[in-house]
């Protein structure tokens, strides 16, 4: 599976680091949408698309979209069996409609819950004092 996903996002990128630290097996490849290249490796990925929600690929060639690619990538690793519950009928509409208000609101999101964390080119850290 390769997940398209915003590097500049401080909490897209904590999810993408441990999704990847618990990738023992190396399924999944993860593609940062700002990286200088991407439109050229990628061209049949519409990246404003892209960076308006979660986007993967499976190693079929399938496109899946949103809160889908958490659960399988997720479950792919064999964690979090528990966002199953997301996927259930009625309960993954909310759930859908709630990842939809995050994805668009998830820089501020991010400054509001990760107030110390700086990205830029793919690259998360922590900002030192006095730095903005």
């Known amino acids: ?49 892209a960076m308006t929600y979660l986007q993967a690929q499976t190693h079929t060639g399938e496109m899946i ?22 996927r259930l009928p009625i309960i993954s509409f909310f759930a859908d409609c709630g990842y939809l208000f995050f994805a668009k609101y998830r820089h501020s999101i991010s400054r509001f819950l990760m107030p110390n964390t700086k990205c830029s080119n793919g690259q998360c850290s922590i900002k030192t004092r006095g730095v903005k």
């Open 1 to 49: 599976m390769i997940i398209f996903y915003d590097g500049n996002c401080p909490l897209c990128s904590t999810e993408m680091a441990q999704l990847k630290q618990s990738d023992t097996k190396n399924k999944i490849k993860l593609e940062d949408l700002n990286a200088a290249d991407f439109s050229e490796r990628y061209s049949y990925i519409d990246k404003d698309k």
């Open 65 to 86: 979209y949103g809160l889908d690619v958490t659960y399988q990538a997720w479950r792919i690793v064999g964690k979090h069996r528990w966002l199953k519950i997301f």
